[in-house]
Each structure stands twice: as C-alpha cells, then as structure tokens.
C-alpha cells in the first residue's frame, strides 16, 4: 500500500480494512505508520538477509562487499519505494519520540548486529584487527550508511546504484583504520 500510495496518503483504516481487521486491531499492534512501515521492512529484510559464509581467500573488494551486505541488502528494499515515500518517513519519524526498544531502532540494531558479526568474521580471517571492536565498527558504518541514505533520499538524481558504490566506497575509507596491515602492531 504504502509504494502505490506513498506513505503520507496510506493511513491507518486504510490498511486496516485491506487486512480486514479494525483500525483499533491495527493501531494495538502499531501505534504509528512508520513504525506499521519498519516493521514491514525488518520482516523483508529477515527472509532476504544473505548468511554470514565467507571465503578467506577473497579479494579485498569482495571482503568490503562482504561486509556491505546487510547494507546493500537494505538499499534493495529501500528502491521499492519513491523518495518522496523515503522524505515523508523520515519527516515523519524525526517528527516523533521513539523509544530505545521502537521497531525503528529494532531494525537499526539488526543491521548494526549482522554487521558486527561480519567484522569478527572478518578479525578471524586476519582481514581486520583483532584489537578493533566489532559493534564499534559496526556503529561506526552504520552511521555513514544511515548518511549517505539521508543524502540519497534528497538528491533526486541519485539512484541506489550509486548509493550502493558510495557505500562500498566508505567501507573502504573506514576499514584504512581497522585493516589489518604488515608492520603494524596489533593486540
């Protein structure tokens, strides 16, 4: 509903009655339509979050990619919805008080989580220091990864394409100073 009407348009009855449950029903579960639209989000994201298997041996374009991938997968689901869709959430979300345990910062924590679990995976493998602290670097990417998200939803002319090879970009200016290099000393 929300990608054939936008997401200002969809309200709360309207979905309810396309459920055939009661606004009320609705509202119990969710008590907003960000928090309606999150949660759509995070259940997608769960059936297409790719498994934590990795290749030692791999170059280091596709470890960076490696570690990307909670993200990327994300920005896929991101393109099925316009902008203007992405713009109104992000007013509309700003514009409230969301709790620590939201389904707003659930998803966020996901992504920080599988992520995390990539950079000790990647520790393991001697790719990244093992002296780094894999949520701290996750954290750390998330932040340039929700940027870089913001930035996209304001430029018309950005396409998720880019957004992606902007991503990976980053990855890599972050990972200069988590990478695991010859003659430094690492703990």
Not at 10 to 30: L, P, Q
């Amino acid at each position: 509903m929300f990608a054939g009407q936008g997401f200002d348009q969809t309200t709360i009855a309207a979905i309810a009655e396309a459920a055939d449950v009661g606004t009320g029903t609705v509202y119990n579960y969710y008590s907003s339509k960000e928090i309606l639209l999150i949660v759509a989000l995070k259940a997608q994201f769960l059936v297409t979050a790719p498994d934590l298997f990795h290749e030692p041996g791999a170059p280091k374009d596709d470890k960076i990619r490696y570690l990307m991938e909670p993200a990327l997968g994300f920005m896929g689901l991101v393109d099925l919805f316009s902008k203007e869709l992405w713009f109104q959430f992000l007013a509309a979300t700003y514009g409230a008080r969301h709790t620590l345990d939201s389904p707003v910062f659930e998803l966020d924590w996901m992504l920080i989580e599988n992520t995390a679990k990539r950079v000790s995976i990647l520790q393991k493998t001697g790719f990244i220091r093992k002296d780094v602290d894999s949520e701290q670097a996750a954290i750390l990417l998330f932040a340039t990864v929700f940027m870089r998200f913001q930035m996209y939803v304001m430029e018309s002319e950005m396409n998720v394409e880019t957004l992606n090879n902007l991503l990976i970009q980053d990855a890599g200016l972050v990972l200069v100073g988590i990478q695991e290099r010859e003659g430094r000393d690492s703990k």
